[in-house]
């Protein structure tokens, strides 16, 4: 995909900004300060002191109290964030916090944590690879990101549904039919209907973008 | 797990590549695919070139619908009356976020181009991670397992919170510049000394290791007089600000730091408390008269489970483990 690569391209400019920033901020009349260090710490320190409390709330609501408990997920999800380099790239800093530790909440359902390694391992021996949610990736593919969530919006709310408490929430099928009476099949059958959806419209918008070069 | 019925590998023909691996993802998410269903996968996978691409693309769909979480929060909340939430939310948050962002970089800059005094530095251990930061002013501080701090160095005074957790701390001698430590309810003061600080649900302990502390609840009309400890010394003070009494403790007790957990005639629900910042797989008890038996125990941090072979073997208790969690509970007894 063409549009991989510009992604590719952006990411690197992205990267040589920052670094002449944090160079020029060095020898700058020999100030002993890194900017680029001094504003990563208070970025982390913001998202702490603001949303801390309202994640721990939100996957108490969503996972239920535990075990893994909702201040443990969202600790580490804490620290993944704050062991970042590049996050001046993260636009909307709460929902990249939510997005990291509804990941991290996900990888300690164990058959999400076995699916994923089996899905990696197999594309990458066929010679593909998926990328996970990173700052550069969210800065790079925005409008990708955009694209796929504005199509959910054509969706309907079952639709919907089903991505959420699939995706986000980690139910099997089996545990979406008991919360809601739908049958297997017909979740499987929705939730197909669903990603044909999504996908064709990001081929949409991939083909569009190529045109307008 | 079994083999389900309810999950047949999907029926793929008369469908184009990408809808076959939307189908396959759908399938190898149900929680009920059997090893033969992971084989057939990966033949499908293999079988054309066309279908690696059309997987990769399907999955990369599904994991970035894990992006903005709180778009499907609302989704659900309003899901009776709303027509498009999805289309509100895309407009609002997804529009509006490009111009704060602007926006936010732009703060950013300017509050660290201007000369302001000292910005605050957060540091943050995992579960189960012991870690040792050195701060600016030449302290140290070993962070215990699932524990926060945040710094605030500036010229007139050092500050640390607390947040979680627990810290021991090397404070470096600087008479000009007092260092503080507030852990919730309760307010430390020193010099340049060594103490440890464990903050959890009951409240904050402060133990001195080394020189004099200076503990005050805070509270802003605070009736109680600051206490003073010194080495070997230490304090309770519980989440309403109320500080307990002086009492001494042996130096082994904060052996934590070289990864043993040792506790006095301690509840066993704070011993439990304390442990779980080292264990994924949490231990929680089904009584609260079992959280007050009092307990004294010494092990290694990562070996925590044998708190639970020295309960068994004292307590009259059951144990039940699954995959993520240990339940103990009190046997029933004549009462």
Same mark, same amino acid.
């Given at each position: ?9 952006? /990411? ?18 020999? /100030? ?29 609501? /969503? ?73 550069e990736r969210i800065y790079s593919s925005r409008n990708r990101l955009e694209a796929v969530l504005a199509s959910a919006a054509s969706l309907t709310d079952k639709q919907r549904?089903?991505? /959420? ?49 | ?5 309810? *999950?047949?590998?999907? &029926? ?23 090893? &033969? ?85 957060? *540091?943050?251990?995992?579960?189960? &991670? ?37 810290? *021991? ?77 002086? &009492? ?29 910042? *080292? ?13 007050k038996t009092r307990i004294t125990i010494s092990i290694p941090a990562n070996r925590t489970d044998q708190l639970l072979s020295v309960l068994e073997a004292t307590e009259p ?19």
């Open positions: 995909m063409s549009t991989d690569r510009d992604q590719n391209a952006t /990411r690197k400019k992205a990267k040589a900004g920052a670094a002449s920033d944090s160079a020029a901020t060095q020898s700058d009349g020999g /100030r002993p300060v890194d900017l680029a260090e001094a504003r990563r710490h208070r970025f982390v320190q913001r998202l702490y002191n603001d949303h801390f409390r309202d994640l721990v709330r939100w996957l108490a609501r /969503r996972y239920g109290a535990g075990p893994p408990e909702p201040e443990d997920i969202a600790q580490t999800a804490f620290t993944r964030i704050a062991a970042l380099e590049d996050v001046e790239y993260i636009r909307n800093p709460r929902a990249f916090l939510f997005t990291t530790a509804v990941n991290e909440a996900l990888t300690r359902l164990r058959w999400i944590k076995r699916l994923r390694t089996f899905v990696e391992a197999e594309l990458h021996e066929v010679g593909e690879e998926v990328e996970e949610i990173t700052p549904e089903l991505i /959420r408490r699939s995706r986000l929430l980690g139910q099997t099928y089996a545990d979406i039919s008991a919360d809601t009476g739908w049958s297997a099949a017909d979740i499987s059958r929705q939730l197909t209907v669903a990603m044909n959806t999504l996908v064709a419209a990001l081929e949409a918008y991939d083909e569009d973008k190529e045109k307008n070069k | 797990m079994t083999v389900r019925a309810d *999950y047949p590998v999907p &029926e793929l023909s008369g469908k184009t590549p990408q809808d076959q691996a939307n189908a396959w993802l759908v399938y190898l998410n149900s929680g009920g695919v059997p090893e &033969e269903g992971r084989k057939a996968f990966s033949t499908w996978l293999r079988a054309d070139a066309t279908h690696a691409r059309a997987y990769a693309a399907s999955e990369q769909v599904w994991r970035d619908l894990g992006y903005m979480p709180e778009a499907y929060d609302d989704a659900v909340a309003k899901s009776g009356g709303a027509r498009k939430p999805f289309a509100a939310l895309s407009r609002r948050q997804l529009g509006v976020a490009a111009a704060a962002a602007l926006v936010f970089a732009g703060i950013a800059v300017w509050q660290f181009g201007g000369s302001e005094t000292a910005a605050a530095k957060l *540091y943050a251990s995992r579960v189960g &991670e012991v870690k040792t930061v050195r701060l600016e002013d030449g302290s140290t501080v070993t962070l215990g397992a699932a524990s926060t701090i945040s710094v605030t160095l500036s010229k007139q005074a050092r500050s640390v919170v607390l947040e979680r957790g627990r810290a *021991y701390f090397e404070v470096a001698h600087d008479a000009n510049r007092p260092f503080s430590v507030n852990a919730g309810a309760a307010n430390v003061t020193v010099l340049g000394t060594i103490f440890d600080i464990a903050r959890n649900t009951a409240g904050v302990r402060v133990s001195v290791v080394k020189g004099v502390v200076m503990v005050a609840p805070d509270k802003p009309d605070a009736s109680d007089e600051p206490v003073h400890l010194t080495a070997g010394q230490r304090l309770e003070v519980d989440t309403s600000g109320a500080l307990g009494t002086v &009492e001494a403790f042996k130096a082994g007790d904060l052996a934590w730091r070289m990864g043993r957990l040792v506790f006095h005639n301690e509840s066993l629900a704070q011993v439990v408390e304390e442990i779980n910042r *080292y264990r994924t797989v949490k231990i929680a008890l089904l009584d609260e008269e079992l959280g208790i059951g144990i039940l483990r699954t995959g993520n969690s240990v339940t103990v509970r009190h046997l029933k007894k004549a009462n």
